[in-house]
């Protein structure tokens, strides 16, 4: 089945570091990847839509130049949280349409990756 | 998409069948219901979805009101690792990242 790989899983900075987030599929293609995030407690957020060779679609009030999104090949896109902040500690969520399927509702999601910012 | 409402937690006992309802009463024709549910700190996993007719697969079966406006998933054994939060998505198939739809979601307690 397909599988999204997500890395790391969990993850503490500083303060005003910047941290790196990968989104791997692993047995399929993916142009289109999506990035969410999950306050504890809360339901999943959509952030942004990555596309493959092309710049990120980011939803309404979230920052590009904060959240980084690189999807330079069809199997990994990449979400940097720059100059990180104690607010910007959350549940961070991927998820991956495999194009061969054809099925349209084959959205697999990555595991998450719990940021922490002291 | 159209909203959903589900109820907010539910229990159930450990080999019983758990059964999880879903209100969707302004779905339109050409949208699907989905399941997905997330597990404690786990990215959420798919479970079923459909249209009209009702389904079924390895994990679960999805059953949805002739007229649609209601649908309920049903877990035929629930064991202790079903325990988790189940969302229940209304949307037109292909259009996009799921976007803040993912509502609160039912939490389902299996019980031993």
């Known amino acids: 089945g397909a599988v999204v790989s997500q890395h790391p899983s969990r993850v503490i900075c500083k303060s005003g570091t910047s941290v790196k987030i990968e989104c791997r599929s692993l047995?399929?293609?993916?142009?289109?990847m999506f990035w969410y995030r999950q306050f504890p407690k809360k339901s999943l957020m959509l952030m942004a839509t990555s596309n493959e060779g092309s710049k990120a679609t980011y939803e309404q009030g979230v920052e590009k130049d904060k959240f980084l999104i690189n999807h330079a090949s069809l199997t990994l896109s990449t979400l940097t949280v720059t100059s990180a902040h104690p607010e910007d500690s959350s549940f961070y969520i991927c998820?991956?349409?495999?194009?061969?399927?054809?099925?349209?509702?084959?959205?697999?999601f990555g595991s998450g990756t719990r940021l922490t910012v002291v | 998409d159209a909203k959903t409402t589900q109820p907010p937690s539910m229990d159930c006992a450990e080999g019983r069948a758990a059964n999880l309802p879903c209100n969707h009463s302004t779905i339109s024709g050409n949208e699907y219901v989905y399941w997905y549910r997330q597990i404690h700190s786990q990215g959420p996993q798919y479970i079923i979805h459909g249209l009209k007719n009702n389904e079924t697969n390895e994990m679960a079966s999805l059953i949805i009101t002739e007229d649609r406006k209601s649908s309920t998933l049903i877990l035929p054994h629930a064991t202790l690792r079903d325990t988790a939060v189940y969302y229940c998505?209304?949307?037109?198939?292909?259009?996009?990242?799921?976007?803040?739809?993912f509502g609160a979601g039912t939490r389902l307690f299996v019980k031993a």
């Open positions: 998820s991956a349409k495999n194009d061969g399927t054809g099925n349209t509702y084959g959205y697999t």
């Open positions: 998505i209304v949307r037109v198939q292909g259009t996009g990242g799921f976007k803040t739809i």
């Open positions: 047995d399929f293609q993916a142009t289109t």
